[in-house]
């Protein structure tokens, strides 16, 4: 599978953005998929995953209550939306795609396709 990540951009804090991730193929839907984050001299750490018909979503704490994640597999596409930003949620943001079984993948390791990334920079 291919993934498209789109959406990034330049915004102050408070405000909002919603990235978007376009796969290619026709088994979207047998993909878990998640959104991580890398910022500049850091790791890349997870943001939020949901699971392969969109019943199950996990978020990191840093995240919680202000980004959601969502996915439609008629589009082929998952989406995270991003509210109240924070200069901390700085970061070039990738989505990912895994074929594994069980619990919901929230390492980098599980995941077996990554999309080229897409910036946010959120200024104070």
């Known amino acids: 599978v291919q993934l498209q990540a789109s959406g990034g951009g330049r915004v102050q804090a408070g405000g909002s953005l919603r990235l978007s991730c376009a796969a290619s193929?026709?088994?979207?839907?047998?993909?878990?998929m998640g959104w991580f984050r890398q910022a500049p001299g850091k790791e890349r750490e997870f943001v939020a995953a949901?699971?392969?018909?969109?019943?199950?979503?996990y978020y990191a704490d840093s995240v919680k209550g202000r980004f959601t994640i969502s996915r439609d597999n008629a589009k082929n596409t998952v989406y995270l939306q991003m509210n109240s930003l924070k200069p901390e949620d700085t970061a070039v943001y990738y989505c990912?795609?895994?074929?594994?079984?069980?619990?919901?993948?929230?390492?980098?390791?599980?995941?077996?396709?990554w999309g080229q990334g897409t910036e946010v920079t959120v200024s104070s």
């Open positions: 193929g026709r088994t979207f839907s047998s993909y878990a």
């Open positions: 990912a795609a895994s074929t594994r079984l069980g619990t919901v993948p929230k390492r980098v390791y599980e995941y077996n396709y």
């Open positions: 949901i699971s392969r018909m969109g019943d199950s979503t």
